[in-house]
């Protein structure tokens, strides 16, 4: 392939334009903790600027962020200069660019067999903290990488910061170098506590702890929920008494646990080459979503300290080390529109329609604004910018207003269905309005069916969206009991549909009504408020469909974790039901009356009324497979550990759950002891 090229007149107008539109990013990030473009974003723009200054290295500015780190320092604080500068690191945005880097650490040591220490890389903000004879006498943030901002009054406030380092011989002095950040549990705690009081919510936890650093006020950042964790040493200056010498960088690490400072042992992993750094990253990855902080990606280092100062530095980063990071979660872009969703039981969803922009790894174009009182609290306008998240890293949501449109509209919710012109309610104490059409509205009855057929109800594979799409608009299938009397030459009429589609969907049919028992039953009919959990106590409880049916309120309260609202949903749903209609449903369905957790089996079990909570990765079971077995012991599987909690079964590499659960001194079950209580059950 052609390399593409551009000119040198070009290149200095490019180049020019890289330059102050990245300082101008670096100044809202690291100066005002406002970022106006998503770090994805960013490393894309950096990119472009090094292939073009690789290019043509004589036209490299001085003020280029290539060259620096960071950004100018805020005057409000007295400058501190960095002993050593607070470099950044070269990030690595795909597995081939990990490749690289490790080829290029064999290249310059000149050997095969590199080992790397591997780090969370935390997403809050770099402090320098200096020990002068084991006390603490100056905190610094990163500023411009040589000069940075004195903050010491406000980490003097941050608990997990010691003041004194555990070290009867504490060295002359030593920097210590860290992230301070806010943990996600204190982070939604905050978030809450600025809703309650009218105040506008934070964006993210490194803006929340960035900013609570910069307040002159330290009583305002002690209202803060910071924490702090130890990377690296900057200098150290050792006296007659102490004389520490390290040869590793894992060394150092354990020494600042040591002496006091909290390090992210937990998620510290030593590793071999390439494959080790690949591994790391793929569980990391995977635990990401259960890990207490925020993370934005792995931090690789050479371990060999000997090696670290033979491979040197480049302009503003080391040759020994990289961040590999994560595609973005966060991202800002602007609201165009604003429609409206209807959903199976009727919910009236705002939906934001977007300018392109990637999250998470995605493109998004639509993001959710869950409804008419979410709009209005976060004061957000069609033209408005907003700031989108994955929550969960799979649904798009629009998170928060980042800056308001001179020509902003407001949202006006519709007073009537856009698919049947029904009326839309919103009942009083609710937040979500509803279409009131129910079987009338074709969006009600195509999210009623998609769920029925869905994985965790009936499992009718190739029963999806597409499908029901035109069952329902073709005016064939008009409730649930019209699936079990489709036809091969019905189904192979429809759009992209053949005779070989056909009787493969008949046969997923036939399979789904054969295999039916009464709690996925009972789920796959989308009974407002009832999930998989509720749909499962409600079997085990009443043992047949016809006994939850004709259940009183009172009744239903017996169940576990069934309240009034619950019970409500349930009484309106079967007493709104015709009972022609369940004769007909079941007319076709081939459905055990007596759930499969049978009662004698539970017993005497050492599961049986016992919430249980799974964590980590198992080796002999599935987590389906594990659930399933559990549950029919008489298990209630739940997906957060709390005061409720009975029983955590902790695989390798448990994380935050396996944490709170010993902070409760709930007990906990490792693989061997699991399959114990397995066996003698």
Same mark, same amino acid.
């Given at each position: 392939?052609?390399?593409?090229?551009?000119?040198?007149?070009?290149?200095?107008?490019?180049?020019?334009?890289?330059?102050?539109?990245?300082?101008?990013?670096?100044?809202?990030?690291?100066?005002?903790?406002?970022?106006?473009?998503?770090?994805?974003?960013?490393?894309?723009?950096?990119?472009?600027?090094?292939?073009?200054?690789?290019?043509?290295?004589?036209?490299?500015?001085?003020?280029?962020?290539?060259?620096?780190?960071?950004?100018?320092?805020?005057?409000?604080?007295?400058?501190?200069?960095?002993?050593?500068?607070?470099?950044?690191?070269?990030?690595?945005?795909?597995?081939?660019?990990?490749?690289?880097?490790?080829?290029?650490?064999?290249?310059?040591?000149?050997?095969?067999?590199?080992?790397?220490?591997?780090?969370?890389?935390?997403?809050?903000?770099?402090?320098?903290?200096?020990?002068?004879?084991?006390?603490?006498?100056?905190?610094?943030?990163?500023?411009?990488?040589?000069?940075?901002?004195?903050?010491?009054?406000?980490?003097?406030?941050?608990?997990?910061?010691?003041?004194?380092?555990?070290?009867?011989?504490?060295?002359?002095?030593?920097?210590?170098?860290?992230?301070v950040i806010i943990f996600i549990q204190d982070f939604e705690k905050l978030n809450k506590k600025q809703q309650e009081?009218?105040?506008?919510?934070?964006?993210?936890?490194?803006?929340?702890?960035?900013?609570?650093?910069?307040?002159?006020?330290?009583?305002?950042?002690?209202?803060?929920?910071?924490?702090?964790?130890?990377y690296g040493i900057g200098s150290l200056e050792n006296n007659q008494q102490s004389n520490i010498f390290f040869k590793?960088?894992?060394?150092?690490?354990?020494?600042?646990?040591?002496?006091?400072?909290?390090?992210?042992?937990?998620?510290?992993?030593?590793?071999?080459?390439?494959?080790?750094?690949?591994?790391?990253?793929?569980?990391?990855?995977?635990?990401?979503?259960?890990?207490?902080?925020?993370?934005?990606?792995?931090?690789?280092?050479?371990?060999?300290?000997?090696?670290?100062?033979?491979?040197?530095?480049?302009?503003?980063?080391?040759?020994?080390?990289?961040?590999?990071?994560?595609?973005?979660?966060?991202?800002?872009?602007?609201?165009?529109?604003?429609?409206?969703?209807?959903?199976?039981?009727?919910?009236?969803?705002?939906?934001?329609?977007?300018?392109?922009?990637?999250?998470?790894?995605?493109?998004?174009?639509?993001?959710?604004?869950?409804?008419?009182?979410?709009?209005?609290?976060?004061?957000?306008?069609?033209?408005?910018?907003?700031?989108?998240?994955?929550?969960?890293?799979?649904?798009?949501?629009?998170?928060?207003?980042?800056?308001?449109?001179?020509?902003?509209?407001?949202?006006?919710?519709?007073?009537?269905?856009?698919?049947?012109?029904?009326?839309?309610?919103?009942?009083?104490?609710?937040?979500?309005?509803?279409?009131?059409?129910?079987?009338?509205?074709?969006?009600?009855?195509?999210?009623?069916?998609?769920?029925?057929?869905?994985?965790?109800?009936?499992?009718?594979?190739? @029963?999806? $969206?597409?499908?029901?799409?035109?069952?329902?608009? !073709?005016? /064939?299938? #008009? &409730?649930? %009991?019209?699936?079990?009397?489709?036809?091969?030459?019905?189904?192979?009429?429809?759009?992209?549909?053949?005779?070989?589609?056909?009787?493969?969907?008949?046969?997923?049919?036939?399979?789904?009504?054969?295999?039916?028992?009464?709690?996925?039953?009972?789920?796959?009919?989308?009974?407002?408020?009832?999930?998989?959990?509720?749909?499962?106590?409600?079997?085990?409880?009443?043992?047949?469909?016809?006994?939850?049916?004709?259940?009183?309120?009172?009744?239903?309260?017996?169940?576990?974790?069934?309240?009034?609202?619950?019970?409500?949903?349930?009484?309106?749903?079967?007493?709104?039901?015709?009972?022609?209609? @369940?004769? $007909?449903?079941?007319?076709?369905?081939?459905?055990? !009356?007596? /759930?499969? #957790? &049978?009662? %004698?089996?539970?017993?005497?079990?050492?599961?049986?009324?016992?919430?249980?909570?799974?964590?980590?990765?198992?080796?002999?079971?599935?987590?389906?497979?594990?659930?399933?077995?559990?549950?029919?012991?008489?298990?209630?599987?739940?997906?957060?550990?709390?005061?409720?909690?009975?029983?955590?079964?902790?695989?390798?590499?448990?994380?935050?759950?396996?944490?709170?659960?010993?902070?409760?001194?709930?007990?906990?079950?490792?693989?061997?002891?699991?399959?114990?209580?397995?066996?003698?059950?």
């Open positions: 392939m052609n390399k593409i090229t551009i000119s040198k007149e070009q290149a200095v107008q490019k180049i020019n334009e890289l330059v102050e539109q990245l300082n101008q990013y670096n100044s809202q990030y690291y100066l005002f903790d406002n970022p106006s473009v998503d770090d994805f974003e960013y490393d894309e723009l950096l990119r472009a600027l090094q292939k073009l200054e690789q290019q043509y290295p004589e036209l490299v500015l001085e003020n280029s962020p290539t060259q620096n780190v960071g950004a100018e320092i805020d005057n409000r604080f007295a400058p501190v200069k960095h002993l050593k500068p607070m470099l950044s690191l070269n990030n690595a945005l795909e597995i081939n660019d990990v490749e690289h880097f490790v080829n290029q650490c064999i290249k310059l040591t000149e050997q095969q067999n590199l080992v790397f220490t591997c780090e969370p890389k935390f997403d809050g903000l770099a402090i320098s903290l200096h020990y002068r004879k084991g006390k603490l006498v100056c905190a610094a943030t990163r500023g411009d990488g040589k000069i940075g901002e004195d903050v010491t009054h406000n980490i003097l406030t941050i608990n997990k910061i010691p003041k004194q380092l555990n070290d009867n011989n504490p060295p002359e002095f030593i920097e210590i170098r860290g992230e009081l009218g105040e506008r919510l934070y964006v993210n936890p490194r803006n929340a702890a960035a900013g609570s650093l910069r307040k002159l006020v330290s009583s305002d950042t002690a209202n803060i929920p910071l924490s702090f964790f130890a590793y960088h894992h060394e150092v690490l354990q020494k600042l646990k040591e002496w006091n400072l909290p390090i992210a042992e937990q998620y510290i992993k030593v590793v071999e080459g390439a494959e080790g750094l690949k591994q790391y990253y793929n569980d990391m990855q995977t635990q990401r979503e259960n890990l207490p902080f925020d993370i934005d990606g792995m931090v690789y280092k050479i371990d060999d300290l000997f090696l670290q100062q033979e491979m040197g530095f480049v302009a503003k980063a080391p040759r020994f080390a990289i961040a590999h990071k994560f595609p973005p979660k966060n991202s800002i872009t602007k609201l165009l529109n604003i429609d409206v969703q209807v959903g199976r039981t009727g919910a009236i969803t705002p939906v934001a329609r977007l300018e392109p922009v990637m999250t998470g790894g995605v493109t998004i174009s639509n993001a959710t604004l869950h409804n008419e009182d979410e709009i209005l609290r976060k004061d957000i306008c069609i033209n408005d910018e907003v700031y989108i998240r994955r929550a969960a890293d799979v649904i798009p949501e629009v998170f928060a207003l980042y800056a308001k449109a001179e020509n902003r509209i407001k949202f006006v919710m519709p007073t009537h269905c856009p698919k049947c012109g029904s009326i839309i309610v919103k009942l009083e104490g609710e937040a979500i309005a509803r279409c009131s059409g129910s079987s009338i509205c074709p969006a009600q009855r195509k999210g009623g069916l998609v769920h029925f057929a869905s994985r965790k109800a009936l499992n009718i594979e190739g @029963f999806g $969206e597409k499908i029901v799409n035109q069952l329902v608009d !073709l005016n /064939i299938v #008009n &409730n649930i %009991s019209d699936i079990f009397t489709l036809t091969i030459e019905t189904l192979a009429n429809l759009d992209r549909m053949g005779q070989k589609s056909a009787q493969n969907l008949i046969d997923e049919i036939q399979k789904a009504k054969n295999n039916v028992n009464l709690a996925k039953f009972i789920y796959a009919l989308g009974i407002r408020h009832v999930g998989e959990s509720t749909a499962k106590d409600l079997a085990r409880f009443f043992g047949s469909f016809e006994n939850i049916k004709n259940a009183s309120i009172e009744q239903l309260l017996q169940v576990q974790d069934v309240g009034e609202v619950v019970a409500n949903a349930i009484k309106l749903y079967f007493e709104n039901t015709p009972e022609q209609w @369940f004769n $007909e449903l079941l007319q076709h369905i081939n459905f055990e !009356l007596i /759930i499969e #957790n &049978n009662q %004698s089996q539970q017993k005497n079990s050492f599961f049986a009324q016992k919430t249980v909570v799974l964590t980590g990765t198992l080796e002999k079971y599935s987590r389906d497979e594990l659930i399933s077995s559990l549950e029919k012991l008489g298990a209630k599987i739940t997906s957060s550990v709390s005061k409720k909690t009975n029983i955590v079964i902790a695989g390798s590499e448990a994380g935050s759950k396996l944490e709170k659960a010993r902070s409760l001194g709930i007990e906990v079950l490792n693989e061997e002891e699991l399959l114990e209580h397995l066996n003698l059950n």
